[in-house]
């Protein structure tokens, strides 16, 4: 499912975002760089966030 980023609060986008990018441990880069980053892209129109119910976990995706 969709979620229009512009919807959350920015706690809650910066929290989402936080745990998406911190998923995989192999990236030694700044957190609050990949953060940034994929804020920028969101903004951008770039990826899109989801909502995965059978999970219930957020994934941030390219737009297709």
Do not use: W, Y
Not at 53 to 58: A, Q, R, Y
């Amino acid at each position: 499912m969709l979620i229009p980023h512009a919807l959350l609060s920015a706690a809650a986008l910066q929290a989402v975002i936080e745990e998406f990018v911190s998923r995989d441990g192999t990236d030694h880069s700044s957190i609050e760089r990949r953060i940034d980053t994929v804020l920028s892209q969101l903004n951008a129109g770039n990826v899109e966030l989801h909502f995965d119910d059978e999970t219930k976990s957020c994934n941030i995706l390219p737009v297709r």
